[in-house]
């Protein structure tokens, strides 16, 4: 017998439900590698790289901003404990103040920046593990710590057959209403830059998931805030319109968090081999 999403044995390995990706197409932000729940009230954006690829989507939430992103780990699995010492080392190095607490599923590392805190929260799971990284301003960080671990209990994660190094960061997929908003995007930062395209330039990801809209959409579920995504770069000053009332971005350094430190102890090993 499989799991059903709510059932405190979160996050899930899409292999272990009863619920197909289609049923949760309302509920959940179908990424290929992962499926991340929305949250009521929240908007979804698109963090664009300096080459006008689309590199990490977060949910912005009324308390802050959250990322889920999944990690190819070996079969023994345990990455996150292993990884917990190095990212609060790394984390040290870079200027914050780190420490490391003991959350719902195990060790959680808490790096505080002037004007807020990211918390980052693993979780290991069959030849994968999770991580949620929660970004909010000072007074926000336990009410969003509660938001990040029920979004992450409510993560499914799709790890598929293909083979990855360990620590390797698995694909992101974007669903099709999703794609056509970054599109839409990179048409217009290009035009903004003088550089001509076709009117169809593709999304420079590979092909989302061909999951069927669901019949009837949810106001403010998955698709609409899909549909209504905002997509942003690297150095824009403001994630998000200026009337925008969430999660007060300016005052937490985006810190590129999903350039994570993840990648660059992996850059760091594999010059020291």
């Known amino acids: 017998m499989?799991?059903?999403?709510?059932?405190t044995a979160g996050p899930y390995d899409i292999g272990d439900l009863d619920t197909s990706p289609a049923d949760l197409a309302n509920s959940h932000l179908d990424l290929g590698s992962v499926l991340v729940p929305v949250v009521e009230g929240g908007q979804v954006t698109v963090e664009m790289s300096p080459d006008h690829r689309?590199?990490?989507?977060?949910?912005?939430?009324?308390?802050?901003?959250?990322g889920i992103h999944a990690f190819a780990a070996p079969r023994s699995g345990g990455l996150w404990r292993e990884v917990v010492r190095e990212l609060a080392d790394s984390l040290r190095a870079e200027g914050a103040q780190t420490s490391i607490v003991d959350g719902h599923w195990g060790r959680e590392v808490i790096a505080t920046v002037p004007g807020g805190e990211h918390r980052f929260i693993g979780v290991d799971g069959p030849r994968w593990m999770v991580r949620c990284v929660a970004s909010g301003s000072d007074g926000d960080g336990e009410q969003l710590a509660q938001l990040?671990?029920?979004?992450?209990?409510?993560?499914v994660v799709r790890r598929g057959d293909e083979p990855f190094p360990p620590?390797?960061?698995l694909p992101i997929e974007l669903p099709p209403v999703l794609a056509e908003q970054v599109a839409a995007a990179q048409q217009q930062m290009a035009a903004d830059q003088g550089i001509e395209?076709?009117?169809?330039?593709?999304?420079?990801q590979a092909p989302?998931?061909?999951?069927p809209?669901?019949?009837?959409?949810?106001?403010g579920g998955a698709v609409t805030q899909a549909a209504a995504a905002t997509v942003f770069t690297e150095d824009d000053?403001?994630?998000?319109?200026?009337d925008e009332p969430v999660a007060e971005e300016e005052a937490v350094p985006p810190a590129r968090s999903e350039g994570s430190a993840l990648q660059r102890l992996r850059g760091r090993r594999k010059r020291r081999r």
């Open 2 to 7: 499989g799991h059903r999403i709510g059932d």
């Open 54 to 66: 689309p590199e990490a989507v977060y949910l912005l939430t009324p308390v802050g901003r959250i």
């Open 148 to 155: 990040a671990r029920a979004v992450l209990a409510e993560t």
């Open 167 to 169: 620590r390797d960061l």
């Open 197 to 204: 395209v076709p009117p169809s330039m593709p999304v420079d």
């Open 208 to 211: 989302a998931p061909a999951e």
């Open 213 to 219: 809209v669901p019949e009837q959409v949810i106001p």
């Open 237 to 242: 000053d403001e994630a998000a319109p200026d």
